[in-house]
Structure formats: structure tokens, C-alpha cells
């Protein structure tokens, strides 16, 4: 387990855990591939680095479940965590998992690079292509107006970039009550996915799963919002 905090998860593994500070994924990755190749690490707890390097070489079946976390702290050097991958899989068989923070969230990942190519920051031009979108700082501070749907984006954001979105018009789309509702010019109600409207999900393993309705609801599922949007407009 390697996490910035103790976690329930940690808390299950205190002997195989190691804590990091926020931004340190890359040199954790570091650490393994140098004791990995026989070197000594330069990073964390030199006796525990290598304790796990040969925990990985004894290994005969691995599977790593990263966070968002990792692939925010690692942003342009994800060629780091391949070539962790790769260095594991001439030892013995390792697969990935990616972790995702909400429901279905590996499902509209999916859906999206399905469609453009992309997992994510994907901006559509005049012409309906899809193309790589500006961060998430100059999108924000930029924005004249902005949709929310089904997430609440206050509540995850840092401070400064918060008050720039919060000041701009903002439509809510959501079934409950949000930080970012509360601060909406529009709130749409909404049927909560796959307990009030049928559809279908993608776990984090890629197995599909699909949903019927469950409980009744008076309310539009997001679909058919989005639908009479595009209608009006």
C-alpha cells in the first residue's frame, strides 16, 4: 500500500505500507526501478525499498490499482509508471487497474475515448472534432458560463480556482444537494443513475453491467435533460 495517509486499506497491510507526501509518486516509482535493476535507492526508507523490491521479485502474480492521485501527481511523466510496468512483467505477470473516485467513472472514460481518442480534457471545435483541451486552470478562469453534471466540482477544487468558478454562470444538473448546486444560477433535478433510470456502467475491471430502475422517480434522467437542451438551443 502506498498512500500520503493512513488508510482503511493501510491500516489492513502496516508492514507493506509506505507513506509518501503528495507529489512524491515519481520518486517512489524511481526508487523501485533502481532496486529493481540492483541499485541502491535514493528515495524513502532505503531497508523498506528494498524489502519490497524483493517482495516484487517473488511475486507470480501481481496487479497495481493506481489512484487519480498518482496520475495527477505523475501529469506528463506517466512514461515513468510504463516503464515500471514494463520492468514487472519481465519479472512475472502484472496488470493494471486504474482506480476511479465516483460511479461509472470508468465508463465515461471509456465512452469518451471511444469517441475522440481521449480520456479526458477533450474540447470540441466548430467543426464537431475533438481536440485536446486547455487545463483545467485556463478552462475555469475563461469560462463564461459553465454546465455541472452530476459532480460537484467546489467541493474538490482548491480555493483560488473555487472562487473563479463559483463566479461564473453555472447550471446544475444533479439529484442532491451539492456545494456546487448551492452556488448554481440554474438547478435541474435529476433521476439518480442506475437506481431511478435504467442504463449501464462500466467497473473498474471493464465488466458492463446494466441497470434497470428500481424505485420510481417523477424526475428526467441526465439523457433526456441533455436532450431538451439540444432541442432548445
Do not use: H
Not at 444533479?174 to 439518480?192: E, F, H, K
Amino acid at each position: 500500500m502506498v498512500d500520503v495517509r493512513e488508510s482503511p486499506t493501510a491500516r489492513l497491510c502496516p508492514n507493506t505500507t509506505y507513506r509518501v507526501l503528495p507529489g512524491e509518486d515519481l520518486q517512489f516509482l524511481e526508487a523501485i526501478l533502481a532496486v529493481l535493476e540492483g541499485k541502491i535507492p535514493k528515495f524513502g526508507d532505503k531497508k523498506k525499498m528494498i524489502e519490497l523490491g524483493s517482495i516484487i521479485k517473488k511475486t507470480e502474480y501481481g496487479v497495481i490499482f493506481p489512484g487519480p492521485a498518482m496520475l495527477v501527481s505523475l501529469q506528463d511523466q506517466m512514461d515513468r509508471f510504463e516503464e515500471l510496468v514494463r520492468r514487472l512483467n519481465e519479472i512475472t505477470t502484472f496488470k493494471v487497474v486504474p482506480m476511479t473516485g465516483q460511479y461509472n467513472s470508468r465508463g465515461y472514460s471509456q465512452l469518451l475515448f471511444d469517441r475522440t481518442g481521449r480520456v479526458k480534457g477533450v474540447k470540441f471545435t466548430a467543426s464537431g472534432e475533438a481536440a485536446e483541451a486547455p487545463s483545467l486552470v485556463e478552462a475555469v478562469k475563461g469560462a463564461d458560463g459553465i454546465l455541472v453534471l452530476g459532480s460537484d466540482p467546489l467541493l474538490d477544487l482548491p480555493l483560488g480556482l473555487a472562487r473563479a468558478f463559483a463566479a461564473a454562470p453555472i447550471v446544475a444538473i444533479d439529484p442532491r444537494r451539492s456545494l456546487t448546486a448551492d452556488v448554481a444560477r440554474v438547478v435541474i433535478p435529476s433521476a439518480i443513475s442506475g437506481l431511478e433510470t435504467k442504463g449501464t456502467a462500466l467497473r473498474t475491471d471493464g465488466v458492463r453491467i446494466t441497470f434497470e430502475p428500481s424505485m420510481k422517480t417523477n424526475q428526467l434522467a441526465d439523457e433526456q435533460i441533455l436532450t431538451r437542451i439540444m432541442e432548445a438551443i
